[in-house]
């Protein structure tokens, strides 16, 4: 059987199983015991994308079993993740959730699922403020200067995200409220096909993580401005945050974490924790997240419970002042 055939396979039988063709598997000293998969709930290229693949090879290595990464995209991530919300709770489904997860739970009035009462929370992996960046068609080469520009052209400046509540979507509606602009949203199905787009200039401006954009402004296709966070980043220090740039007190971070069914047994949960844990904290892997633009972490199921409680709360306010609805 072929690579591509055996993965379907693969796929299949795990769908079966998160179905409930296969009764829910009690928690046990052999989990796991057949394969897992890894609901992703956007179009391939993106962030989440990246982290699933990355960790999920590693941890397919560590507890003997394939682990296969399911693309999903759909409605801004509802469908995918709706997968995960019905699916048996027996660790076989996780979802690679990202901050829009917890976001979208005070944003939509109407979701197949609660955000944060149909998942059990398994742990953050990384933190990452996303990059702002421009087509070369814009003039512009600092925040302040882009501020200007999108002043004297109201109307005329188009900008991707990956679907309507997603960070990027919040961020540059943030944006937009605190520089007094306005541009048009263009939504995707994932962060590479507004990166596409971006190269093809339907779309001026975008906010995406950095290493999906790093090949295109590395190679003079797009310009890199500014950064969300806190702090500059570490894997490019002379790039300067937006607060610093015209705009404090901006901030946007971009988390990533798994997620299981909830009612998924604790010893499952808690194994899947130490395992992800010493992925992400292993040198190389970490090594290789930092050089991205990522913050590694570690969480407990409950601290990750927390944080996404917390992201809800201030997401939902900011997006109730400035007026955005998602349904």
Request: overall charge positive; glycine content about 8%; aromatic content about 8%.
């Amino acid at each position: 059987m072929g690579g591509s055939s055996l993965q379907a396979a693969l796929i299949a039988a795990c769908a079966m199983q998160s179905v409930g063709v296969h009764a829910a598997q009690p928690a046990s000293s052999d989990y796991p015991n057949r394969p897992i998969r890894i609901i992703v709930p956007l179009a391939p290229g993106g962030g989440s994308d990246y982290t699933a693949r990355y960790i999920g090879t590693r941890l397919s290595d560590r507890v003997a079993q394939p682990v296969i990464v399911d693309n999903r995209p759909g409605a801004s991530g509802i469908q995918g993740t709706d997968i995960v919300a019905k699916a048996n709770p027996d660790g076989y489904t996780l979802l690679l959730a990202y901050s829009t997860h917890a976001q979208s739970a005070e944003l939509f009035s109407r979701l197949p699922y609660d955000p944060l009462n149909d998942f059990a929370p398994v742990t953050l992996v990384i933190e990452t403020p996303l990059t702002m960046q421009l087509h070369p068609s814009v003039p512009a080469k600092t925040v302040k200067e882009f501020i200007a520009y999108a002043k004297q052209n109201e109307g005329k400046l188009n900008y991707g995200s990956s679907g309507p509540g997603s960070s990027p979507h919040l961020t540059t509606e943030l944006f937009d409220s605190m520089a007094g602009i306005k541009m048009t949203h263009v939504p995707y199905k994932g962060v590479a096909q507004y990166i596409t787009a971006q190269l093809g200039n339907e779309v001026q401006f975008s906010f995406s993580n950095m290493f999906t954009t790093m090949p295109h402004w590395k190679a003079g296709r797009l310009r890199l401005i500014a950064s969300t966070g806190k702090k500059r980043l570490e894997a490019v220090p002379d790039l300067p945050t937006i607060a610093e740039s015209g705009l404090p007190g901006f901030e946007s971070v971009t988390w990533y974490g798994f997620l299981a069914p909830a009612k998924t047994p604790r010893a499952i949960i808690n194994k899947l924790q130490q395992e992800i844990h010493s992925i992400v904290f292993s040198p190389d892997v970490k090594k290789q997240f930092i050089e991205q633009g990522n913050e590694p972490l570690a969480s407990t199921p409950d601290e990750f419970a927390k944080i996404m409680r917390a992201d809800a709360t201030k997401w939902g306010a900011i997006g109730k002042k400035l007026g955005v609805k998602l349904d």
